[in-house]
């Protein structure tokens, strides 16, 4: 059991910042993988940013290298996408989730948040 809360969305201009965050929770909690993914309109879902509980490596799609990255905060058991110098191609419908394994494929991912829409204006 895995529950996510996300926050952090909203409307900006583009070349502003904004934070995203996902609380998580769950007596395993551990064991699981940690992501962003995000769904433009008439797009697919893609995988934006990964990391893990332990360890110092992560995951970020060669689209946002540079302007949005993903950390932890283990004490609070959440976990941050920092999205910088945004872009109208931002624009999206941001979703947390947790897996045993995420991939830029994972389409079955176990745990979603109920997703934070971002909007970036020109």
């Known amino acids: 059991q895995v529950q996510l809360v996300e926050s952090g969305g909203g409307s900006v201009q583009a070349g502003d910042s904004l934070r995203l965050a996902c609380a998580a929770s769950g007596r395993t909690l551990s064991r699981y993988m940690m992501g962003w993914f995000r769904q433009a309109p008439g797009k697919g879902r893609e995988l934006v940013a990964a990391i893990r509980w332990s360890g110092d490596s992560t995951y970020h799609a060669d689209s946002v290298k540079g302007r949005l990255t993903i950390s932890r905060d283990n004490a609070k058991t959440t976990v941050y996408l920092q999205m910088n110098s945004l872009k109208v191609e931002d624009t999206a419908v941001y979703y947390c989730?947790?897996?045993?394994?995420?991939?830029?494929?994972?389409?079955?991912?176990?745990?979603w948040g109920q997703g934070t829409q971002v909007t970036v204006s020109s």
């Open positions: 989730a947790a897996d045993l394994s995420l991939r830029p494929t994972s389409l079955n991912v176990q745990y």
